[in-house]
T-cell receptor, first 115, second 110 residues
Framework: GAVVSQHPSRVICKSGTSVKIECRSLDFQATTMFWYRQFPKQSLMLMATSNEGSKATYEQGVEKDKFLINHASLTLSTLTVTSAHPEDSSFYIC???????????FGPGTRLTVL | SQKIEQNSEALNIQEGKTATLTCNYTNYSPAYLQWYRQDPGRGPVFLLLIRENEKEKRKERLKVTFDTTLKQSLFHITASQPADSATYLCALVWNRKLIWGLGTSLAVNP
């Protein structure tokens, strides 16, 4: 149980385009989902916390207009990187909390490369 | 400042031996701490959670200890196998968020 999927697993785009990443909890309903970014040999950095039906809470230093998060249902959250630039190239990982559990279950991640 | 530290050096051990990884934290008083495994290019996979009132927790070949006085957690893999080679991350929950260590890279040599 507690499976989280992410799509796409890998995306390459040109500078200035927008990229949408989907995160789905497959076998449980997640009231809260989290979006992380991880640079090589760095720890996971929390970008934002997404609650179903409400606005996401962004961490300090994360531009909410650049990283649009939508949590429209209990099983789906999306992250849109708008007007992507090469410095946005990173590994983006989502996670979902199983209500009543104290753990987060992670998706497989999305490797974004902006040319 | 608050921080969480793991063995910075990669750990190389021989198959069959016990691997011991360390996680130290300062200026937190977490209610629980978690260990995850991360393979290259993949998201973390949850392994074990240990609460502040638990001294030790086991799951198959894995054992975690939690010393709130020392502010330290130890993660043990007994009878290690090459398939255990990965990066192991500790994370503590603070203000409903996970705070992560950098991870320790473990290589188990056949």
């Amino acid at each position: 149980g507690a499976v989280v999927s992410q799509h796409p697993s890998r995306v390459i785009c040109k500078s200035g385009t927008s990229v949408k990443i989907e995160c789905r909890s497959l076998d449980f309903q997640a009231t809260t989902m989290f979006w992380y970014r991880q640079f090589p040999k760095q720890s996971l950095m929390l970008m934002a916390t997404s609650n179903e039906g409400s606005k996401a809470t962004y961490e300090q230093g994360v531009e909410k207009d650049k990283f649009l998060i939508n949590h429209a249902s209990l099983t789906l959250s999306t992250l849109t990187v708008t007007s992507a630039h090469p410095e946005d190239s990173s590994f983006y990982i989502c996670s979902a909390s199983d209500p009543g559990a104290d753990t987060q279950y992670f998706g497989p991640g999305t490797r974004l490369t902006v040319l | 400042s608050q921080k969480i530290e793991q063995n910075s050096e990669a750990l190389n051990i021989q198959e069959g031996k016990t691997a011991t990884l360390t996680c130290n934290y300062t200026n937190y008083s977490p209610a629980y701490l978690q260990w995850y495994r991360q393979d290259p290019g993949r998201g973390p996979v949850f392994l074990l959670l240990i609460r502040e009132n638990e001294k030790e927790k086991r799951k198959e070949r894995l054992k975690v200890t939690f010393d709130t006085t020392l502010k330290q957690s130890l993660f043990h893999i007994t009878a290690s196998q090459p398939a255990d080679s990965a990066t192991y991350l500790c994370a503590l929950v603070w203000n409903r968020k996970l705070i992560w260590g950098l991870g320790t890279s473990l290589a188990v040599n056949p």
